[in-house]
Nanobody, 120 residues
Framework: QVQLVESGGGLVQPGGSLRLSCAASGSIFSINAMGWYRQAPGKQRELVATITSGGSTNYADSVQGRFTISRDNAKNTVYLQMNSLKPEDTAVYYC??????????????WGQGTQVTVSS
């Protein structure tokens, strides 16, 4: 059984910063790409940032230059450093990881989500 557990969400004022963490645990042979997605009320879930096992990153245009994704492969953990937060960044943030539990197949796993609210 594979689990992704997120932490670090909360309420922050515009211009502030937050750091999200997501740790994968359970039966894990390997982890390929990891990433963060978000879903605001009434909107579809959208990609925020992804990072490959080799460290290559990809960002949504809306967060480029403000957010930084990183990972610690030894800890099976991915991070999202969010700076210069704006009210439009308010959403539930979900961690995603493509994991191979046994080495024979891969599947996408999702965390439970963590709320980020940017408001004065």
């Amino acid at each position: 059984q594979v689990q992704l557990v997120e932490s670090g969400g909360g309420l922050v004022q515009p211009g502030g910063s937050l750091r999200l963490s997501c740790a994968a645990s359970g039966s894990i042979f390997s982890i390929n790409a990891m990433g963060w997605y978000r879903q605001a009320p009434g909107k579809q879930r959208e990609l925020v940032a992804t990072i490959t096992s080799g460290g290559s990153t990809n960002y949504a245009d809306s967060v480029q230059g403000r957010f930084t994704i990183s990972r610690d492969n030894a800890k099976n953990t991915v991070y999202l450093q969010m700076n210069s937060l704006k009210p439009e960044d308010t959403a539930v943030y979900y961690c995603n990881a493509r994991i191979s539990p046994t080495g024979f197949w891969r599947s996408d796993y999702w965390g439970q989500g963590t709320q980020v609210t940017v408001s004065s």
